[in-house]
């Protein structure tokens, strides 16, 4: 059985940085586009990054551009997600998700076969 777990969420300073982790078992990761999403309370679901599965290739949101890495360990089957100079603004929870049909990068939430059960990050003084 196909499944993702994300971790690493937690409370953080302005400024401050995180690591979220996406683990995956029952598949593997290396050969399907991941992406992370966010969802603030009262907001959609919304693209951070992705990295395909074809070439590896990334996609950032402008929001979060510069500030946020996404990056794959094959070994661990595991994709991070490193946050740097978190704002108040990327206070929402982080999903990570699997687009086992794409080959490219993938920024439709809707297209997304398999998610994991969010992590919150709070960004706050």
């Known amino acids: 059985q196909a499944q993702l777990a994300e971790s690493g969420g937690g409370l953080v300073q302005p400024g401050g940085s995180l690591r979220l982790s996406c683990a995956g078992s029952g598949f593997t990761l290396e050969y399907n586009t991941i992406g992370w999403f966010r969802q603030a309370p009262g907001k959609e679901r919304e693209v951070v990054a992705c990295i395909s599965s074809s070439d590896s290739s990334t996609y950032y949101a402008d929001s979060v551009k510069g500030r946020f890495t996404i990056s794959r360990d094959n070994a661990k089957n595991t994709v991070y997600l490193q946050m740097n100079r978190l704002k108040p603004e990327d206070t929402a929870v982080y999903y990570c998700?699997?687009?086992?049909?794409?080959?490219?990068?993938?920024?439709?939430?809707?297209?997304?076969?398999?998610w994991g059960q969010g992590t919150q990050v709070t960004v706050s003084s």
């Open positions: 998700g699997a687009d086992i049909e794409a080959m490219g990068v993938s920024i439709i939430s809707n297209e997304y076969t398999y």
